[in-house]
């Protein structure tokens, strides 16, 4: 049973950065992909970035890209996303994800099975 488990999330002012962490655990990760999603209140969840998990490849959305960095520790089976810089319109419940990598689109919601219960990003004006 895979279980993944976020934290890491908090109340930030502008500017300022986070670390988000998750932890994952149930099987060994060869050949997936760990992705972070993130949705705001009324909004649909939306990609931020993955890593595959073998290679360390990685891809963001254009919103987060040049701000935040995904990576993982294998030692520690742990995927991790340093947010800087940060900006109001970040604010939501970030989720951590994964899904086994055999193509198709991993910055889309539905080809992911497993997620975590999340944890909230608040970046103040």
């Known amino acids: 049973q895979v279980q993944l488990v976020e934290s890491g999330g908090g109340l930030v002012q502008a500017g300022g950065s986070l670390r988000l962490s998750c932890a994952a655990s149930?099987?060994?990760?060869?050949?997936?992909?760990m992705a972070w999603f993130r949705q705001a209140p009324g909004e649909e969840r939306e990609f931020v970035a993955f890593?595959?998990?073998?290679?360390?490849?990685?891809y963001y959305a254009d919103s987060v890209k040049g701000r935040f960095t995904i990576s993982r520790d294998k030692a520690k089976n742990t995927v991790y996303l340093q947010m800087n810089t940060l900006k109001p319109e970040d604010t939501a419940v970030y989720y951590c994800?994964?899904?086994?990598?055999?193509?198709?689109?991993?910055?889309?919601?539905?080809?992911?099975?497993?997620w975590g219960q999340g944890t909230q990003v608040t970046v103040s004006s």
């Open positions: 890593i595959t998990w073998t290679g360390g490849s990685t």
């Open positions: 994800a994964t899904r086994f990598n055999i193509g198709g689109n991993n910055d889309t919601p539905q080809q992911y099975v497993y």
């Open positions: 149930g099987r060994t990760f060869d050949r997936y992909v």
